[in-house]
């Protein structure tokens, strides 16, 4: 069974950082794109962030270019989101998830299996 399970949320003022952990287990991601996406109140679900487990390749949102980075950590199975310079507009709901197409897409359809979501509140 797969499960992504998230974990580093927390309140945190503007500027700050706090870093977000994804574990997975369940089957080998190896061949597999692990991707951030984040769900503000009264908004639709969106990408922020996506990392190839076989060549490292990553990918972002605009509005995150520069202030967060993702990685990973084959030997735990565990991709990490490190946010810096938080806004009060990354204040949301962030939810790791997994493709098997081993493509790094953004579109939230394209991933098969989802964590339950950790909240990030940044304060002004």
């Known amino acids: 069974q797969v499960q992504l399970v998230e974990s580093g949320g927390g309140l945190v003022q503007a500027g700050g950082s706090l870093r977000l952990s994804c574990a997975a287990s369940g089957r080998t991601f190896s061949s597999y794109v692990m991707g951030w996406f984040r769900r503000a109140p009264g908004k639709e679900r969106e990408f922020v962030a996506a990392?190839?487990?076989?060549?490292?390749?990553?990918r972002y949102a605009d509005s995150v270019k520069g202030r967060f980075t993702i990685s990973g950590d084959n030997a735990k199975n565990t991709v990490y989101l490190q946010m810096n310079s938080l806004k009060p507009e990354d204040t949301a709901v962030y939810y790791c998830?997994?493709?098997?197409?081993?493509?790094?897409?953004?579109?939230?359809?394209?991933?098969?299996?989802w964590g339950r979501g950790t909240q990030v509140t940044v304060s002004s």
């Open positions: 990392i190839n487990w076989s060549n490292g390749r990553t």
């Open positions: 998830a997994a493709a098997a197409s081993g493509l790094l897409v953004v579109g939230r359809y394209e991933y098969d299996y």
